[in-house]
């Protein structure tokens, strides 16, 4: 089975920038396009950012110019580098599969997130 771990949130005023990583464990996880998703209070979880096995990548408008996904299937790891943090990027932030068309698409069990605040 499948786990991922999340880490690398924590507050930071607006304009500041995160690194978030996601651990995971399992020898197929370079096999898929992985994805960062979040979940704000009271909202449904969105997918923000996608990148194939290959590296190809794709965001979701809200998050375009801003976030970079990035990944090293040596070590079975997926990253989200987050410049220009507004508050509305405000969330729990989740790693999973996902389909490069901004699709969600999530065959692992979720890990615990890890939360972003952003405020001054």
């Known amino acids: 089975q499948v786990q991922l771990v999340e880490s690398g949130g924590g507050l930071v005023q607006p304009g500041g920038s995160l690194r978030l990583s996601c651990a995971a464990s399992g020898s197929i996880f370079s096999l898929y396009a992985m994805g960062w998703y979040r979940q704000a209070p009271g909202k449904q979880r969105e997918l923000v950012a996608a990148?194939?096995?290959?590296?190809?990548?794709n965001y979701a408008d809200s998050v375009k110019g801003r976030f970079t996904i990035s990944r090293d299937n040596a070590k079975n790891t997926v990253y989200l580098q987050m410049n220009n943090l507004k508050p509305e990027d405000t969330a729990v932030y989740y790693c999973n599969t996902a389909i490069i068309e901004i699709v969600s698409y999530s065959l692992y069990p979720w890990g615990q997130g890890t939360q972003v605040t952003v405020s001054s």
């Open positions: 990148i194939t096995s290959a590296g190809r990548t």
